[in-house]
């Protein structure tokens, strides 16, 4: 996959793909049969597959069949090379449509170059259904194969483990987005009696949404957004004041062990190690952090307590302690 995706992408660059005809025979094509979907088979792959064949011509570039007696397994609509841009929301609405009778459990908007994968059998508006997006051309490959391999390859879809992990990335991203909502009413909210904290807020509001969070996993995104200005439309400046912001930045902040003091954390089948210098978790080849829970995020992407995550051996001991059993010992 690596040297094919090298390959399309050298392509992209040098403008091979003309055409939506090229997207789809010379790109998609491609890449569908080294993810182990028969293209020569149209009962596996279906070009041109008519959705409602009593209704009307309505057509999807691609369908894929796990087999006759099933209805599609994933939609993908292409296009020709920077149109998903010009007309996103049209093509959403097409693929919206597209599922109304034949419910696939993936759809996927393509030009190649953009790809966007929808979580078709959830509820919602469509376009809030997104769970993945790439770029060929900007993202980093060996990320990109990761994805295709997880929600587009046969083998992953029989297994029902892409259904699965597309299932719990969409609620991930539906939960930042409540977060992300959350944050300007909770910055109203500890301006008013009884002076809430903005994490603790933020822990309230977000389960109003239907997601629940941690009062860790708030203080860190309060800790990342503590600067960030609210929008004069919501309230005037002043109305939060300077000793109620020292107070919030003094909650949240993340305390760290000492620096000198390693660290490691497993994860299936990976062990990540670092080394606490100048009150940050530096993890080796994966960069540095302001807390352990950020670490753990970026490294799982998924939402966790890094302190029920990280093992700690301080420099003037040789035994490891869970994070969190330090912290409670301090």
């Not at 009307?56 to 939609?75: C, E, G, K, M, S």
């Not at 609210?230 to 109620?244: A, M, R």
């Amino acid at each position: 996959m690596d040297d094919i995706l090298s390959d399309i992408r050298k392509k992209l660059e040098n403008n091979s793909y003309q055409n939506e005809e090229h997207v789809r025979l010379s790109l998609v094509s491609r890449i569908l049969l080294e993810l182990g979907w028969d293209i020569w088979n149209p009962k596996e792959v279906d070009a041109e597959f008519k959705v409602v064949p009593n209704e009307d011509a309505t057509r999807v570039d691609f369908a894929l069949f796990l087999n006759q007696y099933q209805p599609p397994a994933i939609f993908i609509e292409i296009k020709y090379i920077g149109k998903i841009e010009i007309e996103l929301h049209k093509i959403e609405q097409q693929l919206r449509d597209y599922n109304r009778n034949n419910t696939a459990q993936f759809s996927i908007i393509t030009d190649g170059q953009k790809w966007r994968f929808y979580y078709s059998q959830t509820g919602g508006e469509f376009s809030q259904k997104c769970f993945k997006v790439f770029d060929l051309l900007k993202d980093d490959l060996n990320d990109i194969i990761n994805t295709l391999n997880l929600y587009l390859s046969k083998e992953q879809i029989i297994s029902g483990i892409a259904n699965k992990e597309a299932g719990r990335l969409l609620q991930l991203n539906q939960k930042q987005r409540a977060l992300e909502d959350s944050l300007s009413k909770a910055r109203r909210l500890i301006s008013e009696p009884p002076f809430p904290s903005l994490p603790q807020s933020i822990v309230e509001l977000v389960l109003k949404s239907g997601f629940t969070i941690t009062l860790e996993e708030a203080i860190l995104f309060a800790e990342q957004n503590i600067e960030r200005k609210p929008p004069q439309t919501d309230y005037p400046p002043n109305i939060i004041k300077s000793s109620q912001i020292e107070r919030i930045k003094k909650t949240s902040k993340n305390k760290f062990p000492p620096d000198g003091t390693k660290c490691k954390f497993k994860y299936k089948d990976n062990t990540y190690e670092g080394l606490i210098e100048n009150n940050r978790l530096n993890v080796f080849d994966h960069g540095s952090f302001t807390s352990f829970s950020a670490a753990s995020g970026k490294l799982t992407n998924t939402s966790r307590n890094g302190w029920s995550d990280w093992f700690l051996q301080l420099s003037d001991t040789n035994s490891w302690i869970l994070a969190d059993n330090w912290r409670l010992k301090k």
